[in-house]
């Protein structure tokens, strides 16, 4: 479960690593605006297809990639039948359940792929971002760009805690499975109940301890962070070129195809 959320990738060297998280997040961010204001579903799944090429070409496992996709690939199912069986009036198919009867469209099957489309092209942008850059590049770079240090603050405890409660959690769940607490259905509901409720109670008490401990250790409301160097040129001209690309495939793409 926890080498779903590991970050070793990031510490590589290699060419995506070294460039400065500034110019990484400022090419994401680009490139998610134009997924999701994307009209067709080409531009979508390029970004898809180029960012899963670029992560295997990273070295990253493939078990590791289809780990952290599947959550997106059920939300896109979700979606594609849901829509499937609300929008649109051109029937594909009819399907009966428990006295229900339920007519798929095809407009409706359409506009759920794209959607999709958007979904997953989004998130392969972030995982590529994920793999490529460390959490604390990240928040240093928000900082560079004048993000508010409370919130940054905020994200940098989320993320160093998050880690401490999934490692509370796995040890109190192989606990009760150990003492056999899912081997039926209503008590693996009354063994899940009590892990949650046990969870936010030690959420609370690490609140309290870390909150101490920064007291103890000089906190007075703000953490420090250091100052950012300029950008050097090869980051500039990477930047321009990033965003350039994608400038380009956009308008090709959307207004050369639409054209």
Known sequence: ??????????????????????????????????????????????????CLGTVAALGVPAKLVALRLAAPFSTVAVLVVIHTFVTGTTPLFTLTLGGWTLTAKAEGFRQGLFLGNRVLGALSIVLLLG????????FQALRGFRISKEWVEVAILMYRYIFVLLDRVGDLAAAQRLRLGYRAPRRGLASFSALAGATIVHSFEQARRTHDAMRLRGYRGTMPFGPFPALKRRERGILLLGLAGILAAYAILEWGVAG
């Open 1 to 50: 479960m926890f080498d779903l959320f590991s970050d070793i990738f990031t510490y590589r060297d290699n060419a995506l690593t070294r460039i400065d998280p500034r110019v990484k997040l400022l090419i994401a961010l680009a490139a998610l605006v134009a997924v999701v204001s994307a009209e067709r579903p080409i531009l979508p799944f390029g970004f898809f297809v180029l």
């Open 131 to 138: 793999i490529a850059t460390p959490a604390h590049r990240i």
